[in-house]
């Protein structure tokens, strides 16, 4: 899993002077402990409820295998793309696999969508006090490390994570952000948009998408304070693009990668086409997961493998990054609410047996 470890390096470049660190205002100690000394049932896939603006909402937790009451766990939630539960997200994305020392937190949207596009059901303020409330929740059950709160999603979920790095108050609650796939609503009038007021001056953010959006990733450079250009290396025969900035004196705050779609056949469903195919007849496609295996959603799209492990890139960004104490610089109120190349051949699947493949793993999940 670490062939290309160059991967790793880049991310960890500059950890020692990771600016949300301890040196000048000093990690964030607080946080609910009431759930350190709770023994907790591991092996318990059940949905945990939690009533939040009137609504009784849900979200599954996977916890590290070695889990213990008495020592606090760094914590990822992960959202949902659209249309879509948790447990999607989970087989798609894999990261109970790839986070083994986090508590993976996986909160469904309501109508199975989260908020800010106009098919959303719920809105941006009850969304985010949705995550407000499950992170009260969670804190009474489990032993979390407050400091140590990250979030990512997919598609529609990643966007939600956009409107979380723009909130100056339950986003607040994230040391980092790692969006693939965005679909981004609330970030959508510029670096000066009354719509995102971020916690703090620096938002870690590592951004993953097969056509970079780059007005929101100048936006967040203009925000952060970033030098431009941005580093960029090329791999990969010039497939994956990784863009890193350099943000008031600490390198990486800010961290792209463009994966350039892969080939997939557009000749019917049962057809192959190879990862290094110069085929004329192959099309292609990038609206998914960044896997080195078949997921969920490169099934979904028709799509194959690509050359990066996102969820094993972004587990190096958060490692680097700690919420600080509340500090001069500090915006708003926070108390508040590696890569493995593959040439496998991948058989494309049509929409209705992958949505029927999901469906009864969904059914299998919930009967457990």
Not at 147 to 163: E, L, P
């Amino acid at each position: 899993m670490r062939e290309h470890a160059w991967l790793s390096t880049l991310l960890a470049a500059g950890a020692v002077s990771s600016p949300l660190g301890a040196r000048d205002s000093g990690i964030y100690t607080g946080g609910d402990l009431s759930g350190c000394g709770r023994p907790a049932n591991i092996s318990s896939s059940l949905p945990h409820l939690v009533t939040s603006g009137g609504m009784v909402r849900t979200y599954t937790v996977h916890l590290p295998s070695n889990y213990s009451e008495t020592q606090q766990y760094p914590v990822l939630v992960g959202y949902h793309g659209h249309p879509g539960i948790g447990l999607f997200l989970e087989l798609d994305s894999r990261l109970d696999e790839f986070a083994p020392d986090k508590i993976v937190v996986y909160p469904n949207g309501v109508d199975q969508a989260w908020a800010g596009a106009n098919y959303s059901k719920a809105t941006v303020p009850q969304d985010l006090q949705f995550t407000a409330d499950l992170l009260a929740d969670l804190r009474t059950r489990y032993c979390i490390d407050s400091a140590r709160v990250y979030a990512t999603g997919m598609s529609n979920g990643a966007g939600f994570v956009g409107a979380l790095a723009c909130n100056d108050t339950v986003g607040g609650e994230f040391a980092a952000f790692a969006p693939v796939a965005g679909a981004y609503y609330t970030d959508a009038h510029g670096p000066d948009d009354d719509g995102c007021k971020p916690a703090r001056d620096l938002t870690p953010i590592l951004e993953f998408h097969g056509g970079a959006d780059e007005s929101v990733l100048s936006w967040w450079a203009d925000r952060n304070g970033c030098q431009a250009p941005p580093e960029q290396q090329d791999s990969f025969n010039d497939t994956v693009h990784h863009l890193s900035w350099t943000c008031r004196g600490s390198q990486g705050v800010l961290q792209h990668y463009k994966v350039d779609p892969m080939s997939m056949p557009s000749r019917g469903p049962l057809a192959y086409c190879n990862l290094d195919s110069t085929d004329s007849s192959c099309v292609t496609a990038e609206h998914v997961w960044p896997s080195t295996e078949p997921n969920f959603s490169q099934l979904a799209a028709g799509d194959v493998p690509t050359r990066i492990q996102a969820s094993e890139i972004m587990q190096d960004f958060f490692r680097r990054y700690t919420r600080p104490a509340a500090a001069p610089n500090t915006k708003g109120n926070t108390s508040s609410p590696v890569a493995r190349s593959t040439s496998c051949r991948v058989r494309y699947l049509d929409r209705s047996f992958l949505e029927a493949s999901v469906l009864l793993l969904s059914l299998l999940w919930q009967l457990n």
